[in-house]
């Protein structure tokens, strides 16, 4: 192969878009692993308990927990989402987990 003068012979990259489009294909095709949570931030129950903070802070109020865990007043409770936000310490051990009902 010669270039547009026909003097000079030219290299044909190997990265030529044939070749870089079959790589994408093989690449997608491959299956993505799934995502999983970091170790000890969830908890499979059979049933979401109530929200503590709710029922002790918020007279009475009932909502089911998403939480298991420590607060920024120390105890540990089960906590709806906006509890979690507001009181809640983070997760993994001895932080808490989040509340996955099985299936």
């Known amino acids: 192969m010669t270039d547009d003068q026909g003097d000079?012979?030219?290299?044909?990259?190997?990265?030529?878009?044939g070749a870089l489009l079959a790589d994408m294909v093989a690449h997608?095709?491959?299956?993505?692993?799934?995502?999983?949570?970091?170790?000890?931030?969830?908890?499979?129950?059979?049933?979401?308990?109530?929200c503590d903070v709710c029922k002790y802070d918020h007279h009475g109020r009932e909502r089911d927990a998403a939480y298991d865990g420590k607060t920024k007043r120390g105890p540990w409770a089960y906590?709806?989402?906006?509890?979690?936000?507001?009181?809640?310490?983070?997760?993994?051990?001895?932080?808490?987990?989040r509340l996955e009902v099985r299936s």
């Open 28 to 50: 997608q095709s491959k299956a993505l692993p799934t995502p999983t949570a970091p170790p000890h931030t969830v908890v499979g129950v059979d049933a979401l308990p109530a």
């Open 8 to 17: 000079k012979p030219v290299t044909i990259p190997a990265w030529t878009v």
């Open 79 to 97: 906590m709806c989402e906006e509890c979690f936000a507001d009181q809640g310490i983070g997760l993994g051990l001895g932080l808490g987990q």
